[in-house]
Structures are given as C-alpha cells and as structure tokens.
C-alpha cells in the first residue's frame, strides 16, 4: 500500500543526537569497549528526595488527570523560582508544565508562528528548532556564528535579519550545543532590538543553573517589563536535577500565549505525569546541595577537556561557560564533521556528535556528562584518530 505521509513529516529529519546514542549504546551492549561523548543528559541520578516525593505520590494513589497545565501546588512553586532567582512575577496561571522542556518549545512554537512566519535561530542551534519550526508551517531563518564570536549572535545580525514576517526569535543561553553563555549586557543588547520591533523572544533557559568560572545568567525577560512582556521562557527539570526521563518542563508566558498554549496542550498530550509533578515540587522546593557539587565534577572535566583537545594537533576549542558540552573547531583535520564522526566511531569506538546535526559542518559536540576517566580514555583516542590522519 502506499502509506500517506503528510508533508509536514515527510519534511522531518530524525534527531542525529538520538541516533548516534542509540548507534553507541548497542556497540556498548554488544560487548564492545565505547566511549560515548554523546549524551545530552547528566550522567548523576535523580537526587533521592525528589525520586521519594514520586514514591510516595505513587504510594498515595496520585495516579490519575491532573489539570492539562500542571498542578497548582508545581505552577505555585515555578511561580516563586521565577521571583526567586531571577526577580520576575509571573502568576501560575501564565506558567505551563508540559512533558519535558521539548514539549515546553514546541507549544510554544504551535501557539505563535504559522505559514508564511519567519523564526530566527542562531547556529549552531539546539537541532530540535528548525523542525518544530517546520511542523508548525512557518520557516526558519539561520543567523550563523561562529567560535571567532564565541558562537554569539549580535545584535545587528539579529536586527538584518528581522523582516515583516518575522515572528519569534529564538535565544539559548547558556546554549546546547556550545557551551556559550551570552553576558547580561549581551542579553540586554538582543532584547533590545526584539522589543524595538515587536518580536516575540523564546528564551530556552534550560542550562540556567549550569554554569562555571563566574559566568552569570540572566534572562531576557528581567530587564524590564516591557522585555518580560516580549518573552516566553522555556525551563525543565532534566538538565539540572538529571530529570531527563521524567519528561518534565515548564515556561512561563504572558496570559495571551499561556492561555493558548493550555488549550493546545489539553488537546494534545493533557497533563504531564502526576506523580512527576510532584517529584518536580520536591525538586524546586526541596535542598539544592547536588547542584555544587555536579558543578564542581562537571567543571574539572571541562577544564580537562578543554586543554585536552586545544593540544590536539587541527583541533581547537573555544572555553565555553555554560551546559555540559565543548564544540571544538575540527576544520584543521580536513574532515567534515559527519565523516569525521563515522570514522571516529568505526576506528576508535568514540561517539561525538556532528556538528552538521547543529547546522555547523567544521565542528563536533562533545558532552562531559560522563565521567573523568571516560572523558580521559576517549581524548586519547579521538588524538590517536586525529594524528592516524596526518
Ligand atoms: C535538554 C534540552 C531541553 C529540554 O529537554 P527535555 O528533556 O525535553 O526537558 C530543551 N532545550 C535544550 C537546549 C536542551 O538541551
């Protein structure tokens, strides 16, 4: 039979991240001694309170509907997060939680652009935008960077590159896949220009919390009421409580869009998990002591990682500030990075990521969610690959 594939999937490619972690898990389960650079997740688990406040959900029968948008005990807390740490109110009713940061973005993305809209993105990019951008029949606009600007958008790239359609502009810091954390007065700066001309910002502030050698975030919205009325901030659980599996985001927008978003969301996927949420509760109002101490392990492989490969003969790596990925430049070895990738995994057993799944072909992600002796075996390899080239 020939099966009808709408236009809108057929357009889609399958995430590549997704695909060289599955590729290097099953070598991995097939006995075979792998490196994986690739993960987008913390290699630590779940801190115990948070697991126990599930449990003990579970163990109480909340097992059934929630709200579509989240429970109001966890809108309550992420409401306070926001007055908390970044000095922004925001009532629960303009706070979504949606099942996992991703969906957070793609609602986002359903509830404000359509055909005939254009999304500005910088690359490299988090590789989900572009296609939830597709899906949702509007057209992505790429604002390239590169390491000489520390993967920076300014803010007259951004202003050339607004047109009448364009709807929403997309900002990550600290971002995924570079590490690069954007200054306050960088933010500002950005902001700025999308206010001016009436741009809608979505700010996917995931890695909020990772950070090192005294970067600071800020988000867009705090700069002044005006900005905050311009942004939708994009959160989750994963990244700096290891929630990954949990599938547990939240973002926080002005009414119109939440309450848009609400609708979207109750026709779509209804309520995240019940007794995630409240495992999430536990998570923002509970102790936050793993987090220094995932940042001071995280910050010691960096620093190795990043002096590892600058030694690296055709490789360099601008020392990002922020998540738990280094993008270092490999345009010296004279391989494109799919290639590069392929032959590194069939050679030596390392899976990085291309950087071409970024939209950015002379460059590899490498994750340091994994740990020191890991990240020390697999440099070693990926230089024996590398001088293997000469
Ligand atoms: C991990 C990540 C997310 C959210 O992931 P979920 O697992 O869906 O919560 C969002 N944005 C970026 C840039 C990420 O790296």
């Known amino acids: ?38 993960a987008g997740e913390p290699d630590f688990d779940t801190p115990d309170h948070i697991k126990k406040a599930a449990i003990d959900a579970l163990n109480a029968g909340f097992t059934k509907y929630t709200p ?14 926001f007055q908390r740490e970044n000095g922004l109110t925001y009532k629960p009713s303009q706070i979504i939680v949606s099942n996992g940061g991703k969906h957070s973005c793609y609602n ?14 910088p690359s490299p990019y988090w590789l989900s935008y572009p296609e939830m951008v597709k899906l949702a029949g509007a057209t992505p606009v790429i604002l390239p960077t590169s390491d000489r600007t520390e993967f920076k958008v300014t803010p007259d790239q951004l202003r050339a590159a607004l047109t009448p359609r364009t709807r929403l502009f997309i900002l990550n810091s600290p971002s995924n896949p570079t590490g690069c954390v954007y200054t306050p007065d960088e933010i500002r700066a950005l902001g700025d220009v999308c206010v001016e001309r009436g741009v809608l910002i979505m700010s996917d502030e995931i890695y909020e919390h990772l950070l090192y050698d005294g970067a600071v975030h800020k988000s867009v919205a705090s700069f002044s009421p005006a900005h905050q009325a311009h942004t939708i901030i994009v959160h989750g659980f994963a990244k700096a409580w290891s929630m990954t ?26 309520n995240p998990t019940s007794f995630a949420q409240k495992g999430a509760v536990a998570a923002l109002t509970g102790p936050q002591d793993h987090l220094p101490r995932w940042l001071a392990e995280y910050a010691k492989r960096r620093a190795y990682a990043c002096q590892k490969l600058n030694s690296i003969p055709g490789i360099s790596c ?5 998540a738990f ?5 490999i345009s010296g070895t004279g391989l494109k990075s799919a290639d590069f990738c392929a032959r590194l995994l069939e050679s030596e057993k390392v899976a990085a990521v291309p ?35 000469r």
């Open 1 to 38: 039979m020939n099966y009808p594939i709408a236009r809108r999937a057929a357009a889609l490619s399958p995430s590549l991240t997704l695909a060289i972690d599955a590729k290097a898990k099953a070598m991995k389960a097939a006995g075979e001694d792998v490196v994986g650079f690739g």
């Open 68 to 81: 579509s948008s989240g429970i109001p005990e966890l809108r309550e807390a992420i409401a306070a997060k």
């Open 108 to 121: 986002v993305i359903l509830a404000t652009c359509q055909e005939g809209d254009e999304v500005l993105i």
């Open 245 to 270: 599996g949990w599938r547990l985001g939240f973002l926080a927008a002005p009414e119109p869009i939440a309450k848009a978003i609400d609708a979207i969301q109750s026709h779509s996927t209804s």
């Open 318 to 322: 601008v020392s990002s500030q922020g």
């Open 325 to 329: 990925y280094l993008f270092p430049n």
């Open 355 to 389: 950087g071409i799944a970024f939209g950015a072909d002379d460059y590899l992600r490498i994750s340091y969610a994994t740990g020191l002796a890991n990240i020390e075996k697999g440099l070693d390899r990926l230089d024996r690959f590398v001088r293997s080239l």
